[in-house]
């Protein structure tokens, strides 16, 4: 603490910022919004590729579906029902269940 500081302490005043920390502040925030739209846009080109692949693959998966027996179709819901709910509910269900996953 220097003597302005204290000064500004001992009189109940709020200290003045100094230029420097004005100008780091500033930096900080322009590098901290950089970082967040080059995650953004990481993430974006990511849902891209994904999308491109699945739509790529969409004759494939229809034609899979397509041959599931109709008597599968409850079995396959009832597991991704339950995928769901465990995937959901985090490790406080697996707990419960007594899984270890991870």
């Known amino acids: ?8 302490a001992f009189l109940g005043e709020t200290p003045k910022q ?8 500033e930096v900080i925030q322009r590098i ?14 990511g849902a891209v590729v994904i999308g491109l692949v699945m739509w790529a693959c969409s004759p494939v998966l ?9 008597l599968l179709a409850p079995v396959a819901a009832l597991v991704a029902f339950v995928a769901a709910v465990l995937m959901i509910g985090g490790p406080g269900v697996w707990r419960r269940l007594g899984l270890s996953i991870g």
């Open 62 to 70: 229809n034609l899979a579906v397509r041959t599931i027996p109709p």
């Open 32 to 45: 901290e919004r950089q970082v967040f739209f080059d995650r953004l846009t990481a993430w974006a080109a």
């Open 1 to 8: 603490m220097n003597l302005d500081d204290q000064l500004s």
């Open 18 to 25: 100094s230029r420097a920390d004005l100008f780091t502040a």
